[in-house]
Nanobody, 115 residues
Framework: QVQIVESGGGLVQPGGSLRLSCAAS????????MGWYRQAPGKQRELVAT???????NYADAVKGRFTISRDNAKNTMYLQMASLKPEDTAVYYC?????????WGQGTQVTVSS
């Protein structure tokens, strides 16, 4: 069982920046494809970005050019650097770790973009 803990959420003004972190309790963190998902009130959970074990990244169109996903395998941690935030980015952001049929989720961290 892998424990996933997200941190870094909060309230930020439109146009601002925020960095989310995702720590995983596994010594084999490097093999997992890691991802960020988000769920806004009344909406389905959606993909934000993923990063594979080899470092390949993928982004949702809505965040391309504004968000950057990265990972530090030595620290068993993944990050999401968010810039030029918009009110529509407001959501609970979830971290996901996946390896074949193994999938783990964190509890989520709230990001609110509002003036």
């Amino acid at each position: 069982q892998v424990q996933i803990v997200e941190s870094g959420g909060g309230l930020v003004q439109p146009g601002g920046s925020l960095r989310l972190s995702c720590a995983a309790s596994t010594s084999i963190f490097s093999i997992y494809t890691m991802g960020w998902y988000r769920q806004a009130p009344g909406k389905q959970r959606e993909l934000v970005a993923t990063i594979t074990s080899s470092g390949s990244t993928n982004y949702a169109d809505a965040v391309k050019g504004r968000f950057t996903i990265s990972r530090d395998n030595a620290k068993n941690t993944m990050y999401l650097q968010m810039a030029s935030l918009k009110p529509e980015d407001t959501a609970v952001y979830y971290c996901n770790a996946a390896y074949h049929t193994l999938v783990y989720w964190g509890q989520g961290t709230q990001v609110t973009v509002s003036s």
